[in-house]
Antibody, heavy 118, light 111 residues
């Protein structure tokens, strides 16, 4: 059974960079698309982007200038960096597996709340 | 504003059937068979309930079924149960610059 677990700071200061890592266990990171999705408190889901294990990426255009997703196949991990954060980036961040780059997200992490505040 | 449009809320009594709609455009729902539905209970991660319009992952109750007509996809829940009370989100592949889009979510209340 594939399991995903996010880790990283729960509090980030405005203008700084949010950094999260997702550890994948119970399966290989190769052969799939690895996604980040966020959910502001009380609101809906927002797709941030995904990376294929080989390195190709797609990002939400509204965040593209600030987002970087990377994969470390040797550690079975992938990461998210979001720069120049503001309070609007406060959200629960989920890492997830997209089975075919089509929005079919079959495995999700439990989510981690990141608050942007000074 | 979400790319896919869902009703904000729906409600039904135990045992009833109800349908949640998800309206997109010819750039997403209308052109691709890649519509998924997710169930999210409070404080939990979303759970995949339906993929590729009408397929259920292993372990998902057959009370959940999906369909599509034109630019609108639908999730039908039959034999409504109290544990079905949750938020439901649709997603679709899209040919626009954002390959994956979500609906705004629908809160299902079991009366």
């Amino acid at each position: 059974q594939v399991q995903l677990q996010e880790s990283g700071p729960g509090l980030v200061k405005p203008s700084e960079t949010l950094s999260l890592t997702c550890n994948v266990s119970g399966g290989s990171i190769t052969g799939y698309y690895w996604s980040w999705i966020r959910q502001p408190p009380g609101k809906g889901l927002e797709w941030i982007g995904y990376m294929y294990y080989s390195g190709s990426t797609k990002y939400n255009p509204s965040l593209k200038s600030r987002v970087t997703i990377s994969v470390d196949t040797s550690k079975n991990q992938f990461s998210l960096k979001l720069s120049s954060v503001t309070a609007a980036d406060t959200a629960v961040y989920y890492c997830a597996r997209d089975a075919g780059a089509t929005g079919m997200i079959d495995y999700w992490g439990q989510g981690t709340l990141v608050t942007v505040s000074s | 504003q979400s790319a896919l449009t869902q009703p904000a809320s729906v409600s039904g009594s135990p045992g009833q059937s109800l349908t949640i709609s998800c309206t997109g455009t010819s750039s997403d729902v209308g052109s691709y068979h890649y519509v998924s539905w997710y169930q999210q209970h409070p404080g939990k991660a979303p759970k995949l309930m339906v993929y590729e319009v009408s397929n259920r992952p292993s372990g998902v109750s057959n009370r959940f079924s999906g369909s599509k007509s034109g630019n609108t996809a639908s999730l039908t829940i039959s034999g409504l149960q109290s544990e079905d009370e949750a938020d439901y989100y649709c997603s679709s592949y899209t040919s626009t610059s954002t390959p994956v889009v979500f609906g705004g979510g629908t809160k299902l209340t079991v009366l």
